[in-house]
């Protein structure tokens, strides 16, 4: 396919533009808003809760989404955050968003929004937006820097195929998080039914804890030198933590299958550890032999009572220490043969949220990589249908 560019706001059917700021006391009910927590928590924007504000939505094309609008984080504390880019997959009611947000409506007549969506999110479009990222107080981009963007414009017809084609990755990926909360879900309520005969112990008395410790920072890299590092609840996915970092030189680690507990605000988020990883000093690991495991993780990510005392604790944040943590009064199963059955349903459940897990983890890597072989051309796209068939 032959490289043409253009400039993105050539592509538009609507001018870039901020979204509405609306007062307190016009806050609460009317219609839905996308604030910057949808966009930074989900990457394609569906059926999700939000807030509601009074506005007055008449000019529909100026204040109200519709399915295919791009968004942008207009501003973020972190320089990786400004300019990332959500797509709107469904719209059921009028939906408006915010004014820390830059809305993109591409004419479908010379583009398809699922693959500029898909452009923005590779490496080589996220490389475009931070060339205009300004540093401030905070990270942020201008519409009309973002409007002067140069980017690849294939036909619209290739445009399609190749949005097809990544489009069957993330459905794929969808649905194994899907099945992830739902084995999730019912491995809690497993838990829940079986409380009714359990007592309170000290954690203590059914793990051990390591708290973590972070090692001097010319150890820390981002090229896989090391150990994942694991500093604090925001390397912490759903389940699997994210690894951003490495550390060459651990001074605190945690055992595959250990839970991970945030020690700092919020306390009591946890994670389970899927290979040797260091940790810092937000995170605590809890380890036990692989009997215990499952219940221990599950234990801890149900007691939401427990942390409250501690989110208020500490200097500057709420945090929990190394004798709290042990002393923590821990619901535990009376007999063995009740801990050994519990533990061994609960381990079935997890295994499913595991292998979902990795399998989007494999084809998230797949789909950022065949973006860019497919916008240059080397890539066919008969060949990139071949590759998503046999993964999916």
Same mark, same amino acid.
């Given at each position: 396919?032959?490289?043409?560019?253009?400039?993105?706001?050539?592509?538009?059917? &609507?001018?870039?533009?901020?979204?509405?700021?609306?007062?307190?006391?016009?806050?609460?009910?009317? @219609?839905?808003?996308?604030?910057?927590?949808?966009?930074?928590?989900?990457?394609? @924007?569906?059926?999700?809760?939000?807030?509601?504000?009074?506005?007055?939505?008449?000019?529909?094309?100026?204040?109200?989404?519709?399915?295919?609008?791009?968004?942008?984080?207009?501003?973020?504390?972190?320089?990786?955050?400004?300019?990332?880019?959500?797509?709107?997959?469904?719209?059921?009611?009028?939906?408006?968003?915010?004014?820390?947000?830059?809305?993109?409506?591409?004419?479908?007549?010379?583009?398809?929004?699922?693959?500029?969506?898909? &452009?923005?999110?590779?490496?080589?479009?996220?490389?475009?937006?931070?060339?205009?990222?300004?540093?401030?107080?905070?990270?942020?981009?201008?519409?009309?820097?973002?409007?002067?963007?140069?980017?690849?414009?294939?036909?619209?017809?290739?445009?399609?195929?190749?949005?097809?084609?990544?489009?069957?990755?993330?459905?794929?990926?969808?649905?194994?998080?899907?099945?992830?909360?739902?084995?999730?879900?019912?491995?809690?309520?497993?838990?829940?039914?079986?409380?009714?005969?359990?007592?309170?112990?000290?954690?203590?008395?059914?793990?051990?804890?390591?708290?973590?410790?972070?090692?001097?920072?010319?150890?820390?890299?981002?090229?896989?030198?090391?150990?994942?590092?694991?500093?604090?609840?925001?390397?912490?996915?759903?389940?699997?933590?994210?690894?951003?970092?490495?550390?060459?030189?651990?001074?605190?680690?945690?055992?595959?299958?250990?839970?991970?507990?945030?020690?700092?605000?919020?306390?009591?988020?946890?994670?389970?550890?899927?290979?040797?990883?260091?940790?810092?000093?937000?995170?605590?690991?809890?380890?036990?032999?692989?009997?215990?495991?499952?219940?221990?993780?599950?234990?801890?990510?149900?007691?939401?009572?427990?942390?409250?005392?501690?989110?208020?604790?500490?200097?500057?944040?709420?945090?929990?220490?190394?004798?709290?943590?042990?002393?923590?009064?821990?619901?535990?199963?009376?007999?063995?043969?009740?801990?050994?059955?519990?533990?061994?349903?609960?381990?079935?459940?997890?295994?499913?949220?595991?292998?979902?897990?990795?399998?989007?983890?494999?084809?998230?890597?797949?789909?950022?990589?065949?973006?860019?072989?497919?916008?240059?051309?080397?890539?066919?796209?008969?060949?990139?249908?071949?590759?998503?068939?046999?993964?999916?």
């Amino acid at each position: 396919m032959p490289e043409r560019n253009a400039r993105f706001s050539d592509l538009l059917e &609507y001018p870039l533009r901020s979204g509405v700021t609306v007062a307190k006391d016009r806050r609460g009910n009317g @219609i839905a808003m996308v604030n910057m927590g949808e966009l930074f928590r989900y990457s394609r @924007i569906g059926t999700v809760d939000m807030a509601r504000v009074t506005i007055d939505a008449t000019n529909e094309d100026r204040y109200l989404l519709r399915e295919g609008d791009l968004l942008f984080a207009r501003r973020s504390l972190k320089v990786e955050g400004a300019g990332q880019c959500s797509i709107i997959l469904e719209v059921r009611e009028p939906t408006t968003w915010e004014s820390s947000i830059i809305r993109a409506r591409l004419d479908p007549a010379l583009a398809d929004p699922r693959f500029y969506f898909y &452009y923005f999110r590779s490496p080589i479009g996220r490389a475009s937006v931070e060339n205009i990222v300004e540093q401030v107080a905070a990270s942020g981009i201008r519409s009309s820097d973002l409007g002067n963007l140069l980017v690849p414009w294939p036909t619209v017809e290739y445009q399609h195929s190749v949005a097809d084609i990544l489009s069957r990755l993330d459905n794929k990926i969808a649905i194994n998080e899907q099945i992830a909360t739902t084995c999730h879900e019912l491995a809690q309520s497993e838990l829940m039914g079986a409380k009714g005969n359990f007592i309170a112990v000290p954690l203590r008395q059914v793990a051990d804890i390591v708290m973590g410790s972070s090692p001097p920072g010319d150890t820390y890299n981002r090229i896989g030198d090391g150990l994942p590092f694991y500093q604090g609840i925001r390397d912490f996915g759903f389940r699997h933590p994210s690894v951003r970092v490495w550390c060459s030189n651990p001074v605190r680690t945690a055992n595959s299958g250990d839970t991970l507990l945030s020690v700092r605000a919020p306390v009591g988020r946890v994670n389970i550890a899927q290979e040797t990883s260091c940790i810092g000093r937000g995170v605590a690991a809890i380890s036990s032999d692989s009997r215990r495991a499952s219940l221990i993780f599950h234990t801890l990510s149900s007691a939401h009572d427990l942390w409250l005392p501690y989110e208020a604790e500490g200097t500057v944040f709420g945090a929990i220490n190394k004798k709290q943590l042990a002393d923590l009064p821990t619901l535990w199963p009376q007999t063995r043969e009740e801990e050994v059955s519990l533990n061994e349903a609960l381990t079935a459940l997890d295994s499913r949220v595991t292998a979902a897990t990795k399998e989007s983890g494999i084809l998230a890597e797949l789909r950022d990589t065949l973006l860019p072989k497919l916008i240059s051309g080397e890539l066919r796209i008969r060949d990139a249908e071949k590759v998503v068939e046999d993964a999916v």
